[in-house]
Every structure is written in structure tokens, then in C-alpha cells.
């Protein structure tokens, strides 16, 4: 069975600050791992992605993530947060010996950036 | 791009009606695609794999003569809801990664309240 934790419903940050949102995972195997970003009455849209290799993985809008093995962890990150990035973050995992390529969500964090 | 499109965006019906949801992946071709259920502020549950060809897989806990899903070439999947309830109101989203690629892209939802 495979779970993803986001341990935060919130983070709140201010406009020019970095921004962390915070994502664990339990797979058996090698993990697929993927943020998505939702905005109100959206779907989601994809970020970024680690399959395999650099454990720093860039995405879009300014955002990478790392994937720490050990901690089994992959936290999204943006240097400098824009008032724009309030959204709903979804970190996702996949086992990558699964076929169907069916994710598991986390619970998602809301993140609020203020001017 | 990798684009993903749902139609209707909105709907609202009666109790009793049945309501066909359709998802395409505009720009490439998906063998699987996927339906997904999402509650105000929560994560996405995932309803059911789409295969286009065969019978989706549904998950646990899904109705499959509630919630009929049709996967008739390899850009177009339908859900239909059958005999709808208010309790059926909710968030409807459709996910397709291309052939053989990891990634998933989603539709921008459809939101269905029924009366």
C-alpha cells in the first residue's frame, strides 16, 4: 500500500519569502513522486515530477522539489513566494511497478501568501 | 502540451436523473484514463481506471452501476452518473497520462449539484 502525508492544512507566508510545503511518502519499491497545484473550482496542474536520477527536480513556476530518500520526503520550495502562488498544493506518489500508474494524494495544503 | 478537457464544466439536474460527464485529451492519445471524486477542501478520491476498449476498474467502495464509465476510443472517456441523489454533488475530475509516461493531466473538473 502506498500513502503520502502533507502534515500541514495551511501555510501562511509572506509575499518574497520562501514557501516549503511539506510532503512524506510510503511506497514499497521506487516511488513516482509529482505536485500538482490547485486553484478554486480548477483541476489540478502539474509542477513537477521525480521518476529518477538528480534528487533536485525543477519545475514549473519557480518551484523544485527534493527527494530525500532516507527521510522519504519530497518538499516543494520557491525561493521568493508570489501572492499569485495561494493554491491548494497536492504532493502525489505512484509505485513505479504499477501498471495502471494510479496515484495516491495527500490530503493537499493550502497555501497563503500575503502582500 | 498536454491538454485535458471536461464537458460540462457546471451542471445541475434533478434527483433521478442521469448525468454523462465526457473527458478528452485534446492533443494525445490515452489508453487509461482516470475519474476522480473531490469533496470542498479535501484531497481527490480516486473512483475508477478507465480503459479504453475494456471495463474500468473501479475502486472499493465505488458503485459501478451508479457510476458508468465508457472509455470508447483512445481521447474520449465518459462518466455517467445514473439516477443521481444530491449526496452524488460534488467535484468530478478525469486525469490521462500519454502512453507509456508517467505523468497525469487533468481536466479542469465538472460540478455537479443535484436538486
Known amino acids: 500500500a502506498q500513502s503520502v502525508a502533507q502534515p500541514e492544512d495551511q501555510v501562511n507566508v509572506a509575499e518574497g519569502n520562501p514557501l516549503t510545503v511539506k510532503c512524506t511518502y510510503s511506497?514499497?519499491?521506487?516511488?513516482?513522486l509529482f505536485w500538482y497545484v490547485q486553484y478554486p473550482n480548477r483541476g489540478l496542474q502539474f509542477l513537477l515530477k521525480y521518476i529518477t536520477g538528480d534528487n533536485l527536480v525543477k519545475g514549473s513556476y519557480g518551484f523544485e522539489a527534493e527527494f530525500n530518500k532516507s527521510q522519504t520526503s519530497f518538499h516543494l520550495k520557491k525561493p521568493s513566494a508570489l501572492v499569485s502562488d495561494s493554491a491548494l498544493y497536492f504532493c502525489a506518489v505512484r509505485q513505479s511497478t504499477d501498471s495502471w500508474g494510479k496515484l495516491q494524494f495527500g490530503a493537499g495544503t493550502q497555501v497563503v501568501v500575503t502582500p | 502540451g498536454a491538454v485535458v478537457s471536461q464537458h460540462p464544466s457546471r451542471v445541475i439536474c434533478k434527483s433521478g436523473t442521469s448525468v454523462k460527464i465526457e473527458c478528452r485529451s485534446l492533443d494525445f492519445q490515452a489508453t487509461t484514463m482516470f475519474w476522480y471524486r473531490q469533496f470542498p477542501k479535501k484531497s481527490l478520491m480516486l473512483m475508477a481506471t478507465s480503459n479504453e476498449g475494456s471495463k474500468a476498474t473501479y475502486e472499493q467502495g465505488v458503485e459501478k452501476d451508479k457510476f458508468l464509465i465508457n472509455h470508447a476510443s483512445l481521447t474520449l472517456s465518459t462518466l455517467t452518473v445514473t439516477s443521481a441523489h444530491p449526496e452524488d454533488s460534488s467535484f468530478y475530475i478525469c486525469?490521462?497520462?500519454?502512453?507509456?509516461?508517467?505523468?497525469?493531466?487533468f481536466g479542469p473538473g465538472t460540478r455537479l449539484l443535484v436538486l
Open positions: 486525469s490521462a497520462a500519454r502512453d507509456g509516461q508517467e505523468t497525469q493531466y
Open positions: 511506497v514499497s519499491g521506487n516511488p513516482y
